[in-house]
């Protein structure tokens, strides 16, 4: 092994073992193009999503008209008390004659879902700091999709481009070593894992703001991983939630279909080819105080007594049909993503 990677084994253990995290899967609800943070009640909403979650999620979920745990009938991830909605952009590759396909998702290794995603909930370094779980109707948004610099890509969103399949569980600690703001520039036998995460402390007051941003905000020095504080405006402590989502890009590894001058073939939904419009969606739907429990109980991995867990057979059972009725380029080459125009090469 060399030093560097034996490192980076060394980091993952080390970041397992002194940070208390659950992990778990989520399979793929749905793929639509509805948006009820951004763009509630617009069916068509700009761009595709994959969504993981409670079967509640819908064009238009305000906290006052849908309590996810009460309309939801079913959750796609294995924790089952959790019906909260959980979404990203999906990827495109455009081949060189111009046209387009949807690039696949597979689970992590080790779990046992249907493409959807790897949820964490963290704790972080510090076991004895209190952590606040999200209050009912809490919701927010990391990243941006207009961005294009990656100077405006906030710590804690990249890409890894995987060597193969067999990664292992944890792939090593996020946005560290090769892991990109950008697209990966080559071809990757493993495909990606991107990683999403979000801010971890809050103003304790409001469970939304204008943008989906301003009410939380990142440590006020150092980092979460390293019990950073939380600024005075943002004093309280909540879970750090980060998604892993991982995208099969093999099929779609032959040079000859990359555009001619060697640049890179993947665009996100939103018409994005530089990869730096990465942006994540999250919306709390944890049944009464079940997430609560679960931060009090330092919980692990995707099994802990205080929750209940279903098979993953019942998660991967629960889907949602798409309200945004179009060719989302599965199986089929689109001319162009489902609402984008034509984005030059
Ligand atoms: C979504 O909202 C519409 C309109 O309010 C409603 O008719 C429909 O039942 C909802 N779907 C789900 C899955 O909750
Ligand atoms: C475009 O390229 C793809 C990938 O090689 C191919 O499968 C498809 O048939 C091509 N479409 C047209 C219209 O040439």
Not at 293 to 310: E, N, T, V, Y
Request: aromatic residues 10%; contains cysteine; neutral net charge.
């Amino acid at each position: 092994m060399h030093l560097k990677a034996s490192i980076a084994a060394l980091a993952a253990a080390q970041l397992a073992a002194a940070q208390e995290l659950m992990r778990f899967g989520c399979s793929q609800l749905t793929i639509d193009r509805i948006d009820p943070l951004v763009n509630p009640g617009s069916l068509p909403s700009p761009h595709v999503h994959q969504v993981i979650g409670g079967n509640s999620f819908n064009v238009s979920m305000t906290p006052e008209s849908l309590d996810p745990p009460k309309a939801s009938t079913c959750t796609s991830c294995t924790y089952s008390e959790d019906f909260s909605n959980y979404w990203t952009a999906n990827v495109y590759f455009k081949a060189r004659n111009g046209t387009y396909k949807l690039v696949p998702q597979f689970a992590n290794l080790g779990l046992n879902v249907k493409g959807g995603m790897t949820v964490y909930y963290i704790r972080g370094y510090q076991p004895s700091a209190r952590v606040t779980a999200f209050p009912p109707g809490f919701r927010m948004l990391v990243g941006d999709p207009n961005n294009r610099e990656a100077s405006r890509v906030p710590s804690g969103l990249c890409f890894r481009c995987e060597e193969n399949m067999q990664q292992t569980p944890f792939g090593g600690a996020p946005c560290t070593g090769a892991d990109t703001k950008a697209f990966p520039k080559s071809t990757c036998g493993g495909g990606w894992r991107v990683t999403v995460t979000f801010p971890s402390c809050w103003d304790g007051k409001n469970t939304d703001s204008p943008d989906h941003k301003s009410h939380v905000a990142y440590p006020q020095s150092g980092s979460f991983e390293s019990g950073g504080p939380c600024p005075a405006s943002h004093p309280i402590k909540i879970p750090q939630v980060m998604y892993e989502v991982m995208y099969d890009t093999r099929q779609f590894n032959n040079k000859a279909e990359w555009p001619a001058d060697g640049s890179q073939p993947f665009y996100w939904s939103h018409g994005d080819n530089t990869g730096y419009g990465i942006h994540g969606d999250y919306v709390f739907g944890w049944e009464g105080d079940a997430l609560q429990r679960a931060m009090d109980g330092k919980c692990g991995g995707d099994r802990c007594s205080p929750l209940k867990r279903q098979s993953d057979a019942d998660a991967i059972a629960c889907t949602k049909g798409q309200s945004a009725r179009e060719d989302l380029g599965t199986d089929k080459w689109l001319t162009i993503m489902p609402g984008q125009s034509n984005v030059p090469m």
